[in-house]
């Protein structure tokens, strides 16, 4: 088993508000209109969207490794900006992870804009091999999933405002 864990730091011009208010309140609307390609829906499965909820993002045949991911929200703290959660089932779970939790820290940035620090924990199963180029594209495709809702934010500035 490999524990292991990575970090992505984001530079915005979309002030935290409204990232927080896209990303984690309206995620469940947001996401499957914004990238159709990738994502074709998310269901709340559990709860209201607080601490214990549990969703399911489903994926379109474009994901080649897995179908659906579901996540339980583990700490929403609307005062400091910051959102965590865990995969629970799907994904990578039970092929090659153990457990993935991700943390997400949205933050003014001095002049304007904000800083949003994603943090990844994870631990693989026995025998799963540490896979940096993996690690690679798993933040690419994290990076690219934000600059698209950047750019909406972007293009529509009297939203989640």
Not at 46 to 70: E, P
Request: glycine share 10%; with cysteine.
């Amino acid at each position: 088993m490999v524990a292991g864990s990575y970090s992505l730091e984001i530079e915005s011009p979309v002030e935290v508000k409204r990232l927080w208010n896209a990303t984690v309140k309206d995620s469940h609307n947001l996401l499957p209109k914004q990238v159709p390609g990738i994502i074709s829906g998310i269901t709340l499965l559990q709860g209201d969207g607080g601490v214990g909820s549990i969703r399911q993002i489903n994926f379109t045949a474009a994901n080649k490794d897995f179908s659906y991911v579901k996540e339980k929200v583990d700490l929403v703290d609307e005062a400091n900006m910051v959102y965590s959660f865990s995969h629970v089932e799907g994904g990578v779970i039970g092929t090659q992870a153990a457990s993935i939790s991700y943390t997400i820290k949205f933050a003014p940035k001095a002049g304007g804009g904000s800083i949003t620090t994603t943090t990844c924990n994870f631990d693989s199963l026995p025998g799963v091999p540490h896979d940096e180029a993996k690690l690679e594209e798993i933040k690419a495709q994290s990076i690219g999933l934000f600059k698209m809702v950047e750019q909406y934010l972007i293009a529509n500035p009297t939203l989640y405002c």
